[in-house]
């Protein structure tokens, strides 16, 4: 018998601008800071939400927290119900697209739409061999050295050159972040697997994957296309994992298009695949 999930938590959020509501979830060990550069693009159309999940930035751990999916669901739909909301528009990066697909399978009426950034089915074993090396890294070498690891696995090598500054600002938020949290919720995605499962999702659907992505293979956002009925996907070449942060305008103008779209209902038309 599975131990009982721990009580939501209030969730800090970024909200900006008014209109439909837009829900952005950020992945493992970052931030809503991930959405910074999005966010104002989207926030003169939508009512933009951009929390951070538990035990992440400003956001409590939790008593007892095992940060399973029902205790990170339970959160959202606290957030939801303080913030009025009875439906919203939910997009999820990494695991947080992990999480954005576990709401749309177990609470679909709450979602208008569905969009998920460098994500997969499951949590495959390349992508576990990336997490354990660098948990063994952190272990063996340090936080500089996993931070210079992280850096190599999460983004396109040409983009960190031209945006030195950023890896300084990441240093530094990276030397005041607690590891705890992400290596909790780091060991409950390891099981994770949606396949056989995907075609139950009934919502518009939009799939932005990276070409270039080291952690989660290009692959997985053909096989979510396939498996999700009627979904688009948008595939962004010269990228990497952090896809929101290297390609703001692309991300923003990706997620306007299809929300627009998808105003009056799922899309009628079949699967599409674009790389811009």
């Not at 994992?241 to 305008?249: K, L, N, Q, S």
Request: charged share 25%; glycine share 10%.
């Amino acid at each position: 018998m599975s131990e009982p999930a721990s009580p939501p938590v209030e969730l800090y959020a970024r909200e900006e601008g008014t209109g439909p509501a837009l829900v952005l979830l950020h992945g493992l060990g970052g931030d809503h800071q991930v959405w910074n550069g999005v966010l104002p693009l989207l926030s003169d159309q939508f009512r933009v939400i951009a929390p951070d999940l538990r035990g992440h930035g400003r956001s409590p751990d939790g008593e007892n927290s095992r940060f399973s999916f029902e205790e990170l669901e339970g959160d959202l739909l606290q957030l939801l119900e303080r913030r009025g909301l009875a439906r919203c528009h939910l997009a999820g990066l990494s695991a947080g697209g992990f999480l954005a697909m576990r709401m749309a399978l177990d609470h679909p009426t709450r979602l208008a739409s569905l969009t998920v950034l460098g994500a997969a089915a499951r949590c495959d074993p390349h992508t576990k061999e990336v997490g354990e090396n660098w948990a063994k890294t952190y272990e063996s070498e340090g936080r500089e050295a996993l931070l210079l690891l992280l850096v190599k696995d999460l983004y396109y090598p040409e983009w960190i050159e031209a945006h030195l500054d950023y890896l300084d600002r990441l240093r530094t938020q990276f030397d005041e972040r607690s590891f705890r949290a992400v290596a909790l919720w780091g060991r409950a995605i390891q099981n994770f697997d949606l396949r056989g499962r995907l075609l139950r999702i009934r919502l518009p659907t939009l799939i932005i994957q990276a070409m270039d992505d080291r952690v989660v293979d290009g692959s997985h956002g053909r096989f979510l296309r396939q498996s999700i009925p009627g979904s688009e996907l948008r595939l962004f070449r010269d990228t990497g994992h952090m896809i929101p942060v290297e390609r703001p305008t692309e991300t923003a103008q990706a997620i306007a298009g299809f929300l627009q779209s998808a105003g009056s209902g799922p899309a009628a038309a079949g699967p599409s695949a674009r790389a811009p």
